[in-house]
């Protein structure tokens, strides 16, 4: 059973840092592709950042500089490092995992909240 969860989230003041983790079992990150997503209030559900089994990193615009996926295969652990936080940046964070034969998966998400 592929299993995913989140930790990390919080409040945090414009302007500062959070780390995000995904805790994986059931499968290797290190032969998935990961994937972070976030959903704030009366909004779609947004793409923020994926790094796949090659290793190869993606990010939404409104991210891109500020926020850094990475994984760490000893740990079997995915994060994502947010610095520079915005109000616009409040929103549930989901982790998502894509292998090859387990197909697609969710964490439970993690709030992040950050006060203006």
């Known amino acids: 059973q592929v299993r995913l969860v989140e930790s990390g989230g919080g409040l945090v003041q414009p302007g500062g840092s959070l780390r995000l983790s995904c805790a994986a079992s059931?499968?290797?990150?290190?032969?998935?592709?990961m994937t972070w997503y976030r959903q704030a209030p009366g909004k779609e559900r947004e793409l923020v950042a994926t790094i796949t089994s090659t290793t190869i990193t993606n990010y939404a615009a409104s991210v891109k500089g500020r926020f850094t996926i990475s994984r760490d295969n000893a740990e079997n652990t995915v994060y994502l490092q947010m610095n520079s936080l915005k109000p616009d940046d409040t929103a549930v964070y989901y982790c998502n995992a894509m292998t090859r034969f387990q197909g697609s998966s969710w964490g439970q998400g993690t709030q992040v909240t950050v006060s203006s």
């Open positions: 059931g499968f290797t990150v290190s032969s998935a592709a």
